[in-house]
Structures are given as structure tokens and as C-alpha cells.
T-cell receptor, first 113, second 113 residues
Framework: DGGITQSPKYLFRKEGQNVTLSCEQN?????MYWYRQDPGQGLRLIYY???????QKGDIAEGYSVSREKKESFPLTVTSAQKNPTAFYLC????????????FGNGTRLTVT | GQQVMQIPQYQHVQEGEDFTTYCNSS?????IQWYKQRPGGHPVFLIQ?????EVKKQKRLTFQFGEAKKNSSLHITATQTTDVGTYFC?????????????FGKGTLLTVNP
């Protein structure tokens, strides 16, 4: 089955540590996205990538970094500079054309204490 | 940045009652998409509207895109318990990056059986 895999489902880290969230897709989609979801805040765009080796900042990129070395992979690193990292993180992808639907993974719930 | 406002934030209805959520953008949108997120799940694509004044129906769900392409609505007729979840609108700004999709904060619908 084609889809988007995010792992792990739950992740716990101590404050001051960097942590990388995995996102893999086998849908052969060019564009990939990272969103952060907080209660009552909807989905806020962190980073997006239209193609391999290229990515753009979204609305809340501070404290996060990404890489896009392979078409199927778009890992997100939450750095220690992110002031409020505890949240639900959703990865998504979409095929061409640009206005096609987003396909989401099941998400990773990150808790930093 | 681009703002996509969505109201109401919460709506509780009795089963059989109608429900409407509204989405407004500060700028003209190229298109608007609607997603549903069940409790504990990830957003799932419902529909996309592209044309000014467009109306689309999916069984009990009616979607509208305003004439100015700045607002949209989702109306559910005779709600059922299976309609429970958070409904999000998401738009791409006209003239901006077509790959950037901005979500509203969502409307959480609960249905009393």
C-alpha cells in the first residue's frame, strides 16, 4: 500500500536535546510538507519542499531544520532553539499539479520536558 | 502573512441538526480545500473548490466558494454521529507560492445522539 509513514508515534525528549522526526513516502510525490498542530491552533506550516534538494520556510520555521536528499524522505529536526517544541507534528505530501490534495501521515506526538 | 480565519471554533449539535463552518481569507485565494480530522486521527481531504462561486455537494455536505474567492463554507445537513471531528479549510494565496497551503484553525464538531 502506498502512503506516508511517520515514526515514532510518540517521542519523548529532555529539554536542550535536538530530535529528528522521520517522514517517508512511497507515493512518488514531489512535494512534501511539515505541519505543527497545537490545540485550538489548527495546522501551521513549518517547512515545505517542492523538489529534492530544495525546501522553503513556512510560517513557523524558527527552531526547526529539514533536509530533502531523497524524493521519498523529508526528516524534520526540532532543535533546542525551538522554545515550545511539545506538539503534534504532521508530515504530508502531494503530487503534481500543485493544487492536488495533501496526503497526511499519522503524525508524531513529541513531548519535551 | 496570509491569514485564513475559520469560525466557529467549536459547534455542538443534536443529531439531525444542520451545521455550517465558515472560512475567510484576507487575500484572494487560488483555490480552497477542505479536510476532516477525526479525534486522534490525521486530516483527510474532502474536496477542492477552484472557481469563483463554485458549489459542490457530497451527499449531505455542501461546499461553497465565494464570488471574490476570499471565503468559503461547508454545510452539513442532518448531522450524524459519524460527522464528529474537526473540519479545516486550507487555501493557496493567489499570486503566491502555489505550493504553500495555509490552514484555518478548524471547527470542532460534536454531535449528541
Amino acid at each position: 500500500d502506498g502512503g506516508i509513514t511517520q515514526s515514532p508515534k510518540y517521542l519523548f525528549r529532555k529539554e536542550g536535546q535536538n530530535v529528528t522526526l522521520s517522514c517517508e513516502q512511497n507515493l512518488n510525490h514531489d512535494a512534501m510538507y511539515w505541519y505543527r498542530q497545537d490545540p485550538g491552533q489548527g495546522l501551521r506550516l513549518i517547512y515545505y519542499s517542492q523538489i529534492v534538494n530544495d525546501f522553503q520556510k513556512g510560517d513557523i520555521a524558527e527552531g526547526y531544520s529539514v533536509s530533502r536528499e531523497k524524493k521519498e524522505s523529508f526528516p524534520l529536526t526540532v532543535t533546542s532553539a525551538q522554545k515550545n517544541p511539545t506538539a503534534f507534528y504532521l508530515c504530508a505530501s502531494r503530487e503534481e499539479p500543485y493544487n492536488s490534495p495533501l496526503h497526511f501521515g499519522n503524525g508524531t506526538r513529541l513531548t519535551v520536558t | 502573512g496570509q491569514q485564513v480565519m475559520q469560525i466557529p471554533q467549536y459547534q455542538h449539535v443534536q443529531e439531525g441538526e444542520d451545521f455550517t463552518t465558515y472560512c475567510n481569507s484576507s487575500t484572494t485565494l487560488s483555490n480552497i480545500q477542505w479536510y476532516k480530522q477525526r479525534p486522534g486521527g490525521h486530516p483527510v481531504f474532502l474536496i477542492q473548490l477552484v472557481k469563483s462561486g463554485e458549489v459542490k455537494k457530497q451527499k449531505r455536505l455542501t461546499f461553497q466558494f465565494g464570488e471574490a474567492k476570499k471565503n468559503s463554507s461547508l454545510h452539513i445537513t442532518a448531522t450524524q454521529t459519524t460527522d464528529v471531528g474537526t473540519y479545516f479549510c486550507a487555501g493557496s494565496i493567489f499570486g503566491g507560492s502555489n505550493y504553500k497551503l495555509t490552514f484555518g484553525k478548524g471547527t470542532l464538531l460534536t454531535v449528541n445522539p
